[in-house]
Every structure is written in C-alpha cells, then in structure tokens.
C-alpha cells in the first residue's frame, strides 16, 4: 500500500488555518468578557488581550501570504 505524499505547502496552510480559527474564538471571548466588565482593571486587560490577539491575527495572515506565494513559485 503506498503512502500519500504531504504536501508541505498544504500542511503549513492547514495548521496556519486552524491557529487562525482557535484565534478567533479566542477574541470572540475576550472581547464578551470585555462587554461584561466594569472593572477599570479588567477593562484594560481585555483591551490589551485583544490587542495582541490582533498582531497575532495579523502575524499569520502574514505568514499565510509567504506561503501561498511560495506554493506559487513551485
């Protein structure tokens, strides 16, 4: 029985998929428990939560362009 070869290209996208998927659950919660605080402490770090949930976000998306264009150029 032969094995299927792993496309390393397809790979990488897949695991990029699922951390981007995990970070959008992430802030979904982060920016519910944001809208039901009122503690001034809290309240920030919910902002700051969210705020590194989006470099993060844009970080992979970054890295998603990389690879598609990589996977272009074989």
């Known amino acids: 029985m032969r094995r299927r ?3 390393p290209v397809n790979q990488a996208k ?3 998929m699922k951390e981007i998927e995990a970070l ?3 802030m979904e919660i ?3 428990n944001f ?3 009122s503690d001034p402490d809290l309240i920030d770090s919910y902002i700051y939560e969210m705020n590194a949930i989006t ?11 990389n690879i ?5 150029l074989l």
């Not at 470099?55 to 362009?65: A, C, G, H, Q």
């Not at 598609?68 to 272009?72: L, S």
């Open 35 to 37: 809208e039901n605080v």
């Open 5 to 7: 070869k792993i496309n």
């Open 68 to 72: 598609e264009a990589q996977g272009n």
């Open 55 to 65: 470099f993060r976000y844009k970080y992979l998306i970054r890295l998603m362009k």
């Open 24 to 26: 959008n659950q992430s």
């Open 30 to 32: 982060a920016n519910s």
């Open 14 to 16: 897949e695991e990029l």
